[in-house]
Every structure is written in C-alpha cells, then in structure tokens.
C-alpha cells in the first residue's frame, strides 16, 4: 500500500491505470489497525489490477473531506477515475472482496 496526502496531487490518484481503492485511517483506531493486512492480502490477491493507497485522516483532512469521509476506516474505490463505491466499518476480507467486485466493474472485463 502507498501512503498518500493531502500533497499528494489527486490527479494522479485518480488518472491511475488500474482501478484504485484507498483506506482511510487513523494510527488511533483500533478498527484500522485490525483492518490493515487484510486490506494488504486484498491487495495481493488482486496482483497488480488493483492500485491500493492509504490515507491517514489525520494528515489527509482534506482527501476525507473531498471524499466525504466521516467515518474510518473507510475504503474508497475508484474505477476509470471516478468514485464509485465508499464502504465504512471494519469487515472481514471476504465481505471486502465481495464489495470490490461490485465496486470495481472494470475488473470484471480483466
């Protein structure tokens, strides 16, 4: 996972090659915490059709604000540069993975 910030350029976020999913956290949450190698095996399974970014809330108020973040963790994906999935909560992978596969429709043409 790539750490990302408020000075990280969204653009280039959003103009990746591959659909995007990005975790919003916080060092303080334990939710978070416990949802961080999940999201890692996520991003293993998914081999590279799948750029996976984190962002810590505390460094990235305005990502969350862009993004309407209000509760973490959250998982944002991003398909073709645009939102089109914002899942909140903790959830194990399989409830994860599930929620890509709706999320992520350019996937499902790989």
Known sequence: MKSITDSTPISDVLAA????L??????WCQPCKAMTPI??????????????FTANVEHCSLLAQRFKINQIPAL???DNGMVTAV?????KKSDILSW????LPSL???
Do not use: R
């Open 17 to 20: 090659p591959t659909p995007v």
């Open 22 to 27: 990005i975790k919003f956290e916080a060092k």
């Open 39 to 52: 999201v890692q095996e996520v991003e293993k399974d998914f081999d590279g059709k799948v750029e996976v």
């Open 76 to 78: 944002v994906a991003i």
């Open 87 to 91: 899942k909140t909560g903790a959830a």
């Open 100 to 103: 890509i596969e709706l999320a």
């Open 108 to 110: 499902q043409k790989s």
